[in-house]
């Protein structure tokens, strides 16, 4: 029986929950962050503007387009029939007007599952590069704490600070001073949800108790009559009790990784784990989350499995880039933005390493590697199925952990859904109105139209025809006379009306990462390739 997910109740609940994310336009004061940043303003317009609206359909324009504080207002035709029929006409102006003439203007990009690390990383530095790339709205792990995550969330809001929007991701009963015997009993579940969406939880997520199918699915019911979601990255130590079916038929939101798809597909309850096999030995872990891949019984997962996942309603969050590295690790290591723009915390963090999470390449062979080749082709096959199907594909990176660089990752997690089969108009809308489905957000944001708040991002050419051209360094194309030149990328990210100057916050990158490596010699990586004075 399919979960319906829809009470009377819904639309108070939303509002109660929302209400710092729904700053009234009057209240709004421009700000202006150095060199960085400025705005909102009064009136702002974007002219000659090709428009990818977000939705799935193909660039329409140009339009001029009036973004009024933090909301688009007006969106002006200027395309050649419209223009014939308009005759001579006044352009609309503003306080700023930005010539967008050969750009293109998509929605903001939709993380919906990131990682902030700890200190020494500095936040700007996740902050900065997120929004380099297009990234608007973020929903990042609480990592220093959920109290913490919600107050940066509320600084954001209040755009005290350069940064996204934030939904923090919370476990089931955070910050609540109940016992574990009383969060594990389903009948509490209600009064927990409405607690934790009282404190602002918009995102819950149940991998901590997947091991309970009654007290699952109360919570996945809780959650979402109080106006949140609920996302799941299920356990391989509980996908015996909970696959990626049973987790969709007991109403979750979202299924993240690729755990639970190939075990719902076997003929037996479990995978066949080899029997020194140990879950706390992230080596272990890894290398049997690529090989129950190789057990998959495909016919049933594209089919029987696939259609299940669309009937119950559930979305997918693949975030494939953040497991890219196991099937190369070589090339993980040597990604090109590694030395000016990958902090040294995160290269330390990264390095092989039983004390630290998702650093568990220290025995990591090339039949594992091989695994995970067919993993990735298998997964692949199943997005696709899912997607054909009528499911529906949300966006996130689950980056900072195993050499997935903020921003940077954010632009491979889309050619990796590309490269799943999904047409580019589908990854892109994967990442914004699709993302904004999954947050229940979809009437204020991941779309460009009036009405809905101004997080956009201008691109130097179209990403439909190189998703390449998203990442800060743009890419290599030809121009009208053959030419070889680089494209400049995302040229300006547009949060709530703030318009960011992208290459200046790239430059500040660069001076934190610079500043990281300090007296830093090599490591087990890269020594082999250093060049010894």
Do not use: C
């Amino acid at each position: 029986m399919v979960i319906t997910k829809y009470t009377p109740g819904f639309l108070i609940t939303f509002l109660l929950i929302g209400l710092f994310h729904s700053i009234s336009t009057d209240l709004i004061a421009q700000k202006k962050f150095g060199d960085l940043a400025e705005g909102p303003y009064d009136r702002l317009v974007i002219q000659n503007a090709m428009v990818i609206p977000g939705h799935g359909g193909p660039p329409v324009g140009p339009y001029d387009i009036v973004i009024e504080k933090n909301m688009i207002t007006e969106m002006i035709p200027f395309d050649p029939v419209t223009a014939e029929r308009r005759g001579e006409s006044n352009r609309p102006t503003g306080d700023r007007v930005i010539d967008a003439e050969g750009k293109y203007v998509m929605p903001g990009l939709i993380d919906l599952h990131a990682h902030l690390r700890q200190e020494p990383m500095p936040l700007e530095y996740i902050y900065y590069l997120k929004l380099a790339h297009g990234v608007t709205t973020l929903g990042p792990a609480s990592d220093r704490g959920v109290e913490y995550a919600m107050e940066e969330a509320r600084r954001a809001e209040r755009n005290e600070i350069l940064a996204p929007t934030m939904y923090p991701l919370w476990s089931w009963g955070s910050t609540l001073d109940y016992d574990e015997i009383y969060l594990n009993d389903p009948k509490n579940a209600p009064r927990i949800a409405k607690e934790m969406a009282e404190n602002g939880a918009r995102q819950v997520y149940l991998n901590g108790i997947a091991w309970n199918q009654k007290l699952f699915q109360a919570a996945t019911q809780s959650v979402w009559e109080n106006g949140g979601v609920t996302g799941v990255h299920i356990p391989p130590s509980y996908t015996a009790v909970i696959d990626a079916v049973d987790a969709a038929r007991l109403g979750v939101t979202f299924i993240l990784h690729h755990y639970g798809y190939g075990e719902s597909s076997l003929d037996r309850s479990v995978q066949n784990y080899p029997r020194d096999y140990n879950f706390d030995n992230e080596n272990h872990r890894f290398i049997e989350a690529g090989r129950v891949w190789q057990e998959a019984d495909k016919e049933r997962l594209l089919n029987e499995v696939a259609d299940s996942l669309v009937a119950y309603g559930v979305m997918m969050q693949p975030t494939q880039v953040v497991y890219e590295a196991n099937r190369d690790i070589i090339r993980a290591q040597s990604l090109p933005w590694h030395e000016k723009y990958t902090h040294q915390s995160l290269i330390e963090w990264n390095l092989p390493d039983p004390a630290y999470h998702g650093s568990f390449h220290y025995d990591w062979t090339s039949d594992d590697e091989q695994t995970w080749y067919e993993a990735y082709d298998l997964w692949g096959d199943l997005i696709y199925a899912f997607n054909k199907k009528g499911g529906t594909v949300a966006y996130g990176t689950d980056d900072n952990y195993i050499w997935a660089t903020p921003g940077f990752s954010n632009i491979r997690e889309l050619q990796l859904l590309r490269e799943s089969g999904m047409h580019s108009l589908e990854v892109l809308k994967s990442a914004t109105h699709n993302s904004a489905k999954a947050l229940r957000i979809e009437d204020k944001t991941g779309l460009v139209r009036p009405g809905y708040e101004a997080d956009l991002i201008l691109v130097d050419g179209s990403p439909l025809y190189n998703l390449r051209f998203l990442y800060s360094f743009g890419a290599v194309t030809l121009d009208k006379d053959n030419e070889m030149y680089r494209t400049k990328g995302i040229i300006h990210t547009i949060k709530d009306g703030i318009v960011i100057n992208n290459d200046k916050l790239m430059e500040e990158v660069a001076r934190m990462v610079k500043e990281s490596k300090k007296g830093i010699g090599s490591n087990i990586a890269d020594e082999p390739f250093r060049i010894k004075e």
